[in-house]
């Protein structure tokens, strides 16, 4: 870059007359120019496989093989004996499309969590449009961070949602919440005191 600059200002060549040096220059630049770009370029799909498409692969693999072993632990404990087998069989099938929905659900949320924040990241590496205003970058990074991390959070609400004994027992318990404040609500109101929120 100095050389060029040079050249360019001052309309000459300041190496002397020697057209090997200016050729290797203008190669060697080049030559920089090229592997530094191949470098950024890989760093970032580096960055986007390793980061995103390498824990995607290890979940679904992950995720396919539970799907298997359960599947094949279920088909094996159904024995065809008579009318039983055919109450088992729907119960095992109704089983089996919750797993297989449970198993979709988290490694879609996963897939969509993380995918704003790779995105942004590979965006950044090549182009950087946020150049000019990097306090907008320090916005999209929070959010793109945000919603990545928010993944985390999503596991447990799935969990919960697809067990049924986890619904049951927690409507249970809300249930015994509700009737608790209001039994305490009506106490609180004949004596005219305070604020009471009930369910």
């Known amino acids: 870059m100095p050389l060029t600059l040079i050249e360019l200002l001052s309309q000459y060549w300041p190496l002397g007359k020697e057209p090997s040096l200016c050729k290797l220059v203008g190669t060697s ?7 530094s770009t191949m470098s ?17 692969i290890m979940v679904s ?20 004996s008579s009318v039983t087998r055919t109450n088992n069989s729907s119960r095992h099938d109704s089983r089996v499309r919750k797993t297989n929905t449970l198993l979709v659900t988290i490694a879609l949320i996963f897939c969509l ?6 995105l942004f990241n ?5 182009t950087n449009p946020f150049y000019d205003d990097p306090e ?3 916005i999209v990074y929070a959010v793109c961070h945000l919603i990545g991390m928010s993944s985390a959070c999503s596991n447990p609400l799935l969990y919960g949602y697809f067990n049924d004994n ?34």
């Open 61 to 80: 693999i992950s995720y396919a093989m539970i799907y298997r072993k359960l599947k094949h632990r279920n088909n094996s404990s159904l024995r065809p």
């Open 113 to 118: 969590s993380w995918l704003p924040l790779n």
């Open 122 to 126: 590979v965006i950044v590496d090549f």
């Open 29 to 35: 630049q080049a030559v920089c120019i090229f592997v």
């Open 40 to 56: 950024i370029t890989a760093i970032a799909l580096d960055r986007f496989q390793v980061q995103y498409c390498l824990p995607i």
């Open 136 to 138: 907008a970058m320090v």
């Open 166 to 199: 986890f619904k049951r027992q927690f409507f249970e318990i809300f249930t015994v919440v509700c009737r608790l404040n209001k039994t305490s609500e009506r106490p609180a109101a004949e004596r005219g005191g305070g604020v009471v929120y009930g369910c």
